[in-house]
């Protein structure tokens, strides 16, 4: 066995075993690499410059280092050949352990109290693993996540065919891993492999893949600005308020915004039957654009049966709202027109609610 500074304290020795003891009144403190050497395995470690420790003993199998809390820094031992098992007689202390390009290393520190730190080769060299990887997708993106036993960088090869042709990289060293993969195409199969790396030593995972959300575009009349789903989920009255009629734009819904606007539709057709049960009401109040309340919902459901024209359609399609927009305003000239009301201004005044009223009676 080989061990170099600092000095030799305590010796002692057997029919098979050489100990070494290396022990001060005040914490060892290493200039240089020290080499130190194992019989069982042949194996050599390397104590890194700037080590310190309270004492080292160095046996046939293992080297043990005392820190305490008065040590005043940390102990650093590598391996290039064999991975690293390190077990402590107590608590208080910290083992950061590393894997890079193939030097198996251990970082041991002590915060509180003192502890003996006993490092043994395992039997084969340091190699990174990938666990657990698996994919979360969210309408036209997704999430991979994996875990590492070391820390090491993240990459994700994606695409279309086990070919991939795309990667998405982050070289923070961490143990647990996120990649986000966004802007992929809807209702598509995407296979993906994650890998991780730290110098020269590296892991991949096996193909997997997923599939992305269906997309849905929905013809609705366009207004100044182009309707987007954000704007779909907000209140009834500001989408309506912001269609005008005469151009047509597309909102592209996630899964449950579909359902939510077939339901919508669902439920304007069911008030709608459910109303024609009911006995005729009259309309009390001229309307107009900006006017709210439950006779401006049956206008709206009024019109919608109706179904004179493009307008009304749309109207089925954003549902009974109970404010007067833009789009109402259109249906209801469209209404006006083929019933020969005039002028066919969109205004529900008395010639209007009267004629509406001799329909419903």
Request: glycine share 8%; proline share 3%.
């Amino acid at each position: 066995m080989k061990l170099s500074k600092p000095t030799i304290i305590g010796f002692a020795f057997t029919a098979f075993v050489f100990l070494f003891v290396v022990a001060h009144a005040a914490p060892l403190t290493y200039n240089t690499d020290v080499t130190v050497s194992l019989t069982s395995p042949a194996v050599d470690f390397t104590i890194k410059s700037g080590s310190v420790a309270d004492s080292v003993a160095v046996n046939a199998t293992s080297v043990v280092a005392t820190l305490s809390s008065s040590t005043g820094g940390s102990f650093i031992l590598t391996s290039a050949s064999r991975d690293l098992s390190i077990s402590t007689s107590s608590a208080g202390g910290t083992v950061g352990r590393s894997c890079v390009s193939s030097v198996a290393s251990s970082t041991i520190s002590q915060q509180t109290g003192s502890s003996n730190y006993i490092i043994t080769p395992t039997d084969s060299a340091c190699v990174i693993t990938i666990s657990n990887a698996t994919s979360s997708v969210s309408s036209n993106s997704a999430t991979i996540t994996w875990t590492t036993n070391y820390p090491a960088d993240s990459t994700v090869s994606y695409g279309t065919t086990s070919s991939y042709g795309s990667t998405s990289s982050d070289s923070s060293q961490v143990l647990s891993h996120s990649i986000n993969l966004s802007n992929l195409s809807y209702s598509t199969t995407y296979h993906f492999q994650a890998s991780s790396a730290a110098g020269t030593t590296n892991a991949t995972s096996s193909d997997q893949s997923f599939i992305t959300q269906a997309l849905i575009t929905i013809g609705v009349p366009a207004g100044p600005a182009p309707i987007s789903s954000s704007t779909q989920t907000s209140s009834t009255s500001n989408i309506e308020s912001s269609i005008v009629a005469g151009s047509t734009s597309t909102i592209t819904l996630s899964l449950q915004e579909q359902l939510e606007t077939l339901l919508a539709k669902l439920q304007a057709l069911q008030t709608w039957a459910g109303e024609q049960e009911k006995p005729s009401q009259k309309f009390e109040r001229d309307l107009e654009a900006g006017s709210e309340g439950d006779d401006v919902s049956r206008l709206q459901l009024f019109l919608i049966g109706k179904n004179s024209g493009p307008s009304s359609k749309k109207l089925a399609g954003v549902g009974t709202t109970g404010y007067f927009g833009n789009l109402t305003q259109k249906a209801l000239q469209e209404f006006q027109k083929s019933a020969g009301i005039q002028p066919a201004s969109g205004y529900f005044g008395p010639k209007t609610r009267a004629y509406v009223d001799s329909l419903e009676r």
